[in-house]
């Protein structure tokens, strides 16, 4: 298999503060990663596609802006919440695909629940 | 564009009973189909997926499903609940291709009673 860590796993924020979150693949490469975002008894929505070295690819109806994603390395994407307000308040997940014979696979890190005060 | 459909948000077993999660997928091609546990406040694990080869899969904790294509089908099963099993599942579908996002179902909470 293959490790996705995501830091950290809670966060508190004064609303219009921003926060970062990273998502780090371990033991492998990934050139892609997908962050989700989960409300309370819900499903998990993907917001946004992260790219290695090029911008990332939004869901209709995320705010690019607000959303910062950044996929600096093969191994590092980070989502900032852009002042934050209350109702950004969530659980945020990152996932990278497998690679070889995982590649049909997707890692999911902790996830980090965010609730902004 | 694919969607998938878990009838059913809530679930209510006996320890001890079957346990069954419905999983319908709508695509014009199958996809690879996945389901995953969620415990509170934690990530997802993945209980088992079916990409080609035997429909009948099993998966992790006793778990195990089996894809039917003329029903559209994933559903999720395991002979005998335990109070361990009690969590979130959510099933989801990726395009047949490598390195795709994952969609996901809204969810069925399983609840086990004693």
């Known amino acids: 298999g293959a490790v996705v860590s995501q830091h950290p796993s809670r966060v508190i924020c004064k609303s219009g503060t921003s926060v970062k979150i990273e998502c780090r693949s371990l033991?492998?490469?990934?050139?892609?990663m997908f962050w989700y975002r989960q409300f309370p008894k819900q499903s998990l929505m993907l917001m946004a596609t992260?790219?290695?070295?090029?911008?990332?690819?939004?869901e209709q109806g995320v705010e690019k802006d607000k959303f910062l994603i950044n996929h600096a390395s093969l191994t590092l994407s980070t989502l900032t919440v852009t002042s934050a307000h209350p109702e950004d308040s969530s659980f945020y997940i990152c996932?990278?695909?497998?690679?070889?014979?995982?590649?049909?696979?997707?890692?999911f890190g902790q996830g980090t629940r965010l609730t902004v005060v | 564009a694919q969607s998938v459909t878990q009838l059913g948000s809530h679930v209510s077993v006996s320890e001890g009973a079957l346990v069954l999660l419905r999983c319908n997928y709508s695509s014009s091609v199958p996809p690879y189909l996945f389901w995953y546990v969620q415990y509170p406040n934690q990530g997802l694990q993945l209980l088992l997926k079916?990409?080609?080869?035997?429909?009948l899969v099993k998966g992790i904790n006793g778990f195990e499903a089996e894809f039917k294509k003329s029903e559209t089908s994933f559903h999720l099963t395991k002979p005998s609940a335990h109070m361990s099993d009690a969590a979130e599942y959510f099933c989801a579908v990726s395009e047949r291709q490598a390195g795709t996002a994952l969609i996901f179902g809204k969810g069925t909470t399983l609840s086990v009673s004693s």
């Open positions: 033991d492998f490469q990934a050139t892609t």
């Open positions: 992260s790219n290695e070295g090029s911008k990332a690819t939004y």
């Open positions: 996932s990278a695909p497998g690679q070889g014979p995982w590649g049909t696979e997707a890692f």
């Open positions: 079916y990409t080609t080869g035997a429909t």
